[in-house]
Each structure stands twice: as C-alpha cells, then as structure tokens.
C-alpha cells in the first residue's frame, strides 16, 4: 500500500520515452501526474501527439522551463542530451530528479566528451539497480541517471560472467533495436518505407554513444577494463531490444559455472528471468513490460559464453527503468506501478 | 475497493484468446487465477506456450473438463465452437460462465445452423455494455456470450447512426485485423512469411461467420432488418481491427445531427471515446487496451455517413469485452481491471 | 524484339516514384538512361539516396531544369504537383513527356482546383489503357498523364460493372495502402515507429485528391455521374493496394452475369488477372509486378457486386503504368520491360 | 545472347525455394521450365500455391518422382534433407543436378552425421562462386551443391579477411534472417502474430546446421581450422540476412590493409558490392535480387575487424545462387536471368 502520493512533472513529454514514462506513470497508485512540458510541440494537447493516453487527452503542454517543473516532487527530464544540467541545478536538491537521457551516465569526462562533443555536466547515480552495488546508491538518493537502453540489455546480459571470473575481458555485442529506440523526429531513414522488411547497421566500429556506458558498466564489475565491440542494428519492429553477447570463457569454464552465475546473479530480481535451459528470449514476450528475459550458454567448441538478453526498450530500457529507480530512490517497493507481464502477441 | 475475491478459471489457456483473458485477470485486483486447461497442450507449462506472461511460467495446463473447471466463481471458456454447451451445462446455475467463442452469441438458430453447420446452443446476455439494453441484461447474469472481435468494433461504430434514425438500412463495412484474430492454429496462410508485407480479403461476400451477429445488432437498434455488406480483410500486424463502416444517409441528415448522435451515445461510456472533430482513429492507440476510438463524418457529396472504428480484437474485441462483462455481471465497478491506455508507439 | 533505343531522362529520381521508374527502366531492353534530376537531392549520387539501384550507383543526381531534360526521346517527371506544366512547355512537342504526377488527370478545371488549389494545367491522354478507349489515345502521343494509384486499383476493379450495366451509380470504395504512397517526405506520421503494427485511415469524407479522378473514370464509362465514397487506409507494409469496391446491384444482375462481364473486360488484357472462383488477391502477389489481381462477387444478400483488386502502388500504381503507356506511345510491344511475376513471400 | 535453351525441372516446387526458383527461371532466356513436382501438393495447381508466379498458375504439380524429373536438361531439387542423393543416382551424370538442399555440402562425415543424424551421401562442388577455387570447380560440372543461405552471407564477408592473413581463426557471428528461411511448413512459433514485431535467437551454441559448413569454408581459406560463434536470430522481415561478422585482428592489421583485402577479394565479381566507405548495407536493398553489399571495418579500440553483408536468402542465398552456378556450369554469362537491383523500399 502506497503510504503517500508524489507529484511528477514530465520535460519532454511529447516524444516516445516521455509517452511511455506517462504510460506508465497513469498505472503507479502514488504518482500524479503535474507538469507537461515539451519543446516544439509545446500548446498541443497530449491527445494529438499521444493518441494512446486517453485519459490525459485534454491535457495541453508547455514550454519547458524551471519555472513550470517547479513545485514537483519528481521531474523526470526526456531531453536532448545537454540541456539536462543547466534545468536541474534550478529544481534544487529535494526534488527527485531522474533524467532519462544521457548527461549524467558517464563518469569519465573524457569519454563524454569524445562521444558527444560538449562538456561534462557530472555523474549521478546510475539507475540499473540489478547491477552489483546500484541498488544501494539509488536508496534516497535525490538524482537518477536512466541508463541507455542498449547498456540495460546488454549490461544485465553479461555483468554475472563478469562477477563470477568467467569471461575473458572482450565482449562482442550485436544488438537489435525497434525503431523507437531512435526516437521519434522525422528523419527519412526512419520511415516506414525504409525500415519495415529491412535490418540495417549503425554506428558500427565503437561509434555508438552507448559503446562507453557498457563499457564502463562491464569494467566495474570485472574489475579490470573490458572492451566491447558493439555493433547495433535497426530491426522492423516499433520496440525491443534483443542483444546477443559473446565473451570468450576463461580457462577451466564449466556450463555448469555459467548457469550458477547467472541464477546467482538474479535470483532475488524481481524483473531478471533468467529463462529455463533450453528456451530463449523473444523481445515480443516482454512487450510494455518491465521485465528482462535473459538466457545463458557456455559453447564448448568455440569456447564462447553466450548471454542473449530481451528488453522493451522504451519500458525497462527508458521509462520503467526509471520509474523502478524512482521507486528505490522513494522507498517504495520497487516493483509499484510495474509489470512483468508483456503485451503478446 | 474490491470487497472480495472470485476464483476464475480459463479453459483454453495456451491460445491467444486464453493468454489474453490470463494478461488481463493478472492485473485484475478481485480475481484469483484458478484451473488452466488447453486440449493438445495440456501438460506443458504455461511459460512455454506464453512465455510473456512471467508471473504464471511455472504453472502446468491441465486438460479440458467439467471437473477441473468446477469449484470456481467464474469459468471462462475458449474453447473452439459447439463445445461451450456441454462444458456449461455442468457448471451449475451458480456459475459465472463467460463464452469467449461464438455458441451463444445469436439468437437465430437458422442463422447459427447456416453459418456454423451444428445445431444452436441457445441465446445468451450479449456482453457488448456499450449496445442499447445490453448493459441491463448483464447485471446479475450468470451466463455471458462474449461478442466476436468485428462485431464489437463494427457495432459499436454504427449504432449510434441507426439509434438516431439517420442511416438507411443497408450497411458497408470493410475492416482490416491483425493477425491474432485468426487464431493460433499453425496454417500455412498465416506464417509470418506470407502475411508480412500482405494485405489481403477472406470471407467475401457474406460468407463471414460474423456476418449475422452484425446485422443482429444492427437490426435490434434500428428495428427493422439491416443488410450488411461485410468485407474482413487480413492486415500484416498482429492485433488490431480498423473497421471502416458506411450508411447512405436518410434525408434531411445533417453533419451536425450526426455528431450529436454519436457524442449522445458515448457520452457515459468509459472506453469508447468519440475522437474530437478532424482526428481519426488508429488501431496502434488502442493496442493492448480495452477502449474503442471512434470518428465519424457525413459525407456530403456521397451522402453516406461513414464511422470508423479502432480495437485491439484481442482485448477490447474478446478478453477484456469478458472482463468488463464480468465485473457488470459480479457487481463490481465495470472498469476494474481494465485500461483505456494503449502501448504505443 | 526491340528496334531501337530511345534515351529516357527521370526528374524526381530521388524519391520512391523516381527509383521505381529507374529500376523498370534498367531492365527495359529499348531504353537508355539519361539524365536524372532531383531538387534538394541534387549533387548526391544515387547510391546514397536508392542504394537498391546497384548498376546506377555512380551516378550524380543534377538539379531539375529544363536543359538538363532536354535532348532526350522520353522525359519522365515525378515531380511535386503544380511543376510539370512549365518542364513540359519547354521540352518541346517531340519529346513523349510523361508526367506521374497529378497534374494532367483531371478533365474538370474546377475539380482540380478544389482538390489541388492552383490552376488548371490541362488534361493529357490518360494512361491505364485497360480503361475502355485509353489505349487509343495513347498511341503515337506524346504527352501521357500517368493515373494515381488509387485510381487504378479502383477503377480496373469497378468499370467492368459499370461498363455492363450491372451497377448502380453509388460506389463505396474502402482501399489499403501502404506506406511508400505517402512518399519518401519525412513525416512524423510516417515513421516506421507509428505504422508498424497500426492501420489507420485519412482523406476521409470524400477528402482525398484521387476521388475526382476516379469518379471521373467510373462516371465516363457509366455515361452518368457515379458518386463514390472513397476511404483511403495506410496499411504497415511498404508497398501494394488493396482495393475493396462494392456497388449496389442493378435489378436483374445475375452472379454469372457479373463473372462474364469481367471475364469480358480483362480477356485481352496481359496484367490484368481475374483470379479463378473463390481465390481472392493479395498485395504481396503482385509485389514488384506490374500485374493486378481482380476478383468479383455478387452478394446476394446484401445485393452488391464486390471487386477486390491487389496492385503494387508503385509499378502498376505508378512507374509500372507510366512504361506501359510509354510502350504503347512509342509503338513497342506494350509489354516490354514489364513483368507479371511477384516478388513473394 | 543465349545460344540454346536448356529444359529445366524443379522437384519441391511449392516451397519457397522452389516458388523463388521458378521466379528466376521465368526470366532466364536461356531456360524452359519442364516439370514442376512437390509431395504433399502434388495435384494442385501452382497459382493456388504460387499466386505470385502468374505465367505458370495453370501448371499442376506432379508428385517428384525420378521418371518425372527425367529427360531434363537441369534438375533443380529443393527437397527436405536426406532425399537428394537417391533422385540424382537415377537422374544419371549427363544430368546437371543442382541440389539446394544441405545432402552435399559438408567434406566431413563426421560432422554431416553430427548435425543431420543420418549417413553422409557425399561432396558435391560447392555452389558460392566467389569463394576463391571455387568457380572452377564449377565449370563443366554436372553437380552442383547450393550453399545454405546464412554460409553465403557470411563466407562472403569474411573470407577477404581470412585470405588476407588479417583474421584470428575465432570468428563470432550474429546474423538476423527473414522468416522465408525458416521455410513454408506451418509451425506455431512461425506465424505472423508470433514474428511480427519480435527478434528472437535459435540454434544457439553452435547447434545450427550452418556452422560446420562457415567452419567449412572459412578454414579452406584460411589454410588452418578456423571456429566459429553463431548465433541465428529470426527477424519480423520475410526475406533478406544481414550478418555481422567478426574476428580478432592479427598484429600488425591496419584500417587501410581491410580496406585494401576486400576490395581485391571482390574486384571482379558482379554481384558483390562492396560499398563506398561510411555507408552499411541494409537487407532491403537486395530484396530479390542476386547482388550481396558487404561493408567492412577496423575498430581499432576493440581491435576486431567487423564485416557486414546483406543478402537476400531466397535469391542469392537460395535460388539465385543455384542459377549462377547452373551458368557457370552451362558455361553461359554467369549473370544470364540475374540482376543486382533490389525491389525498395
């Protein structure tokens, strides 16, 4: 039972990582909804923008500003990367502020820099709470850093290897995305026409912004620096991540080492299923949810762990992340206002 | 509040129908899950048939019977048609049994034995709330015909026109559904290879086991015989029905009379949502979720009035038509369980 | 076999009509690609903007003028409405000028400019030669308006019960798209994030710019005005129409009547098929082809002939037609270059 | 010009590779196709199985007998596993067979009986032309094995390296494929509601049948055993593979020494593109045609080289291979009936 109710303001409401923070802040019994605020699209109604959200459709947004996200309790920040900084320092230190981009991921300054080209605006926590030590910094903790969805699959796919001495320390990632995870300006490799029937790689060679957070992720853990080669791909499909995650196995590998890590790893994960030997994940099985469905193998003949993970991106690879974080941070049960069950078929 | 809990159990969990009811009664807070039976899958868990609904992979699918389906509040039953009959009459009076298949959904047995080719079963309440009288013959009822997925949609979108007397009675109706709503039996017509990428018709000419049930309606509100030209067509998606519904308009009708008709006819209801003047519906705002998108216009020059209507078939359109006929039927707010968001994009 | 080879030039290459004509073109064996144009394309090579066109991949896309197009035997312009006027004055009466666009359909000027807004052009020869009398007034011109791909799904699948007699003069006409026939703008509405797994119609109520052109069609093979109430629908494939048209019966129309008179339209006819009894089209059938599946019914009970056609919006829809009737003008065998044959599944 | 024509027969013509088959065929001006057989389809008509193949609809289908298939010029036959060997003994060595199924393909007993649990029939030369030897080994030979679909997209993109020294012999491959290479027997996990909108892996570990033969051809270039990690995943798309293939770099590997390996590796061939620099393949744009597009790439930070291809695999990684090795075999041009153009978007 939710003791109180807090009051959310979302920046950037009008794109698909602030429809699905909606979404499912409409479904959390002690969140209401305030502020909604946008950039270009400010002075529309949701309904226009969100056909989906029905019970906000007269709702109509403003134009971000401090001013408007003031007075919350929680402000969830779905802007372009670099604006989150300068909105944050005017909310002041008791609001909960959890941004859904990427401005505070990253500890390295230099690694921000080379990837993104602006100056390091800090290191909050980081919200992936599966991951060894996370869950604890996030406990009260009044700023969230929403990881990127490709680190949430690939992350959970890999780091027990990782913390059981398993793996080698270099990652091959190919991952699949639904075009979502583009997000939702009008580019015109991003049409229908282009991507339905098609896959397509990106950002190939180490050049995704995503290739250091995984990194740094997989590095804490293993305690000495993984490289990662990262490749990610556009599939014909609007969410879902399916990420396939090699690591050449350490000397004296067993399958059985592999499958104790990783019921290790997740047996009090309320959204980690680790599935049973013999079944693999479908991005279609956790569609809307929050869940992670994750398989595990040790190829003996080419002596390769293969960890495949499946996330809805939009869900618990942006907005249900961030709401479980918001959860910790709050000191509600963590799994409030979040489903594992996916939207199938 | 829900006061109590009912005990439910589904006959004919492993088909989309079945996964659909147990998605929904998952998040429904006075249902307890009970019996799950299937025909040729009983035996194997529920996680490998539906492995998107997590919190039931461990629990084993029995086979069909009266006995393992007794001792519940509510039993619903999927099953494939001329089977509801025998099932039902073993229950007991005391019984909720809600008929997700066809059996008990028409009134004219001629009707039945044409199109269905097997004796009728009988006559039950018709579990579309949203239809004149059809709320009021549920409340209390022990027995429920769920309606099919295109009647749902198609009666819904017309009725308000043939209520206020302004449409002729001869309907056109072109819809186009997902995937799901032709089942989960493996033919060859269905695999994804053939249906990606395909628009195509089946059921042309009247030949629709849905047919009937349209004009049922259609003909109860307008109080005399209907025709309605009804054209199913299958869409590359796997949920979803746009249904495209035409009348020629009686004369003296105007844009305006039509409007209010419509707006009179939704103005309580709380899930189907008359779309504001030049918005039109789009089955992707409503996937997943138990509400209907309508709009409708007066075409001038044609002088035909045509209303377009959008569902999920498996939700609004079968399982969560059942679920809110259920809580009608139990007392229990009607909305309970039930969502009017859609996950999008 | 091919006498000689006439030179072609394409303005508009770099959009979806202008690569489907490319691609037709390359396999004509009496053509020789010329010159290729674009407007903000201009200076990219073609490899970047139609990466399917292999053996064009070199080639350097110039900036739309009409000394670029001169000098050649065949101008194609896939241009935005409201700009072949000028380009085509200027190219001079010798050269075949084929215009994809709208400009030239339309025989009423006032048709055209409540639908378009801008002046009236003028009306070339109209080029779906399966239209009784349009072969003829293709031959040896040099100026054709190719039809909208509406139009000609629509029209080949309703002018043999206009031509018979055997419809009334009130059409009701409900078609799929998909998605490349709102062209290759980038659109938030268009994004491979909105429409996949989402139908949903626009130009609603008579709204659309084909709907002059094919009552224009219907109502000149009639001999009398034929009303159509034409509801265009975006389907989540690239390509292909699917078009539902019905039309109360006549008194007396018979279902062996209605099989005859298409039997009769499309015996001579190479891309048109009229599929045997009780087969019905689909899009992917005729993916990349230049062919049209037909099938006609008569339902007796809701007394309407019901044609369904299946084209490819952009080769029989578009570039398809235009090298047809470019054949036909130029005296070639009317087939050359095209092909019945799908790309499927 | 094609000096003589050669009678063709397909055995297994109902299937996709078969339907793609005759698709190519149709347009081989070299070829006149004979008969057509299936098993279970034997005695239907190819335009209820085929719509898409209009020019054949009428043909029946014969059941695949030796008798039937004799007498032809070239047996093409695309039968389940296993079966291949007993028709070709029957055909006799003045046959050109070209088995498109697996029955050939392996040099390894071992490992045939490994993976297909039945006795190996033996080596024919092996049907990927631009593997280095084996073109000559294809011309005058009177038996042809077609490669597998995911081995044609992935030899291609990795030989280059293998041959130029450049590549550790440990290659880790992810590969999306459409469902056509799942073939058309209707299986649940396979129909549209299930893939649409969903990536899901199979055959992970080194379980798929396609490994040994990648084994196969990337440790005969590389003159030493090479292992392979590959893991097949299932992608809502009917047709095309898009692999991402990659290998440790040997000491001393340069971006300019890839470059330069893969640019003389495919100097010559037709039907391999490799693409300008900064530009990746997408399946879309050889969607049914024989053209591969491979991109290649250094990252110097995970010290991999990453090589891309896309192939459509019912074309070049099916049918359209098997023609180019009947070319070859015909000593016809090799690219007689093939083109490079893909149908996009």
Known sequence: MVAQTVRAAVAGASGYAGGELLR?????????????????????????????LLPLAGRVLEATSAEVLAGHDVVFLALPHGQSAAVAEQLGDEVLVIDVGADFRLKDAADWERFYGSAHAGTWPYGLPEL??????LEGS?????????PTAVSLALFPAYEAGLAEPEAVVVAAS????????????????????????????GGHRHTPEIVQNLSAVAGEPVTVSFTPTL????????????????????????RDAYEKAFADEAFVHLLPEGRW???????????????????EHANRIIAISAVDNLTKGTAGGALQSMNIALGLPEDTGLSTIGVAP
Chains 1, 2, 3, 4 share one sequence.
């Open 142 to 150: 009044k700023r969230v850093a929403v990881p990127g969805c490709y």
């Open 235 to 258: 599939a014909p499909m609007p969410r879902g991540i399916l990420a396939t995650c090699t690591a050449k196995a350490r000397p004296g590998t067993t399958a059985q080492a592999v």
């Open 132 to 137: 060894p030590g996370a869950r604890a910094a």
């Open 281 to 299: 994940p479908a991005t279609a099985s956790v569609y809307g949810s929050n869940a992670v469905q994750i398989q595990v193998t040790y190829d």
């Open 178 to 205: 639904g075009t979502s995870g583009a997000g939702r300006a009008a580019k015109p490799h991003l049409l229908g026409s282009e991507v339905m029937g098609s896959m397509s790689p990106y950002g190939v060679g």
């Open 24 to 52: 499912l802040l409409l479904g959390h019994p002690g969140v209401r909804i305030g502020a909604l605020t946008a950039n270009s699209n400010a002075g529309q109604t949701l309904g226009s923008l969100q056909p989906h």
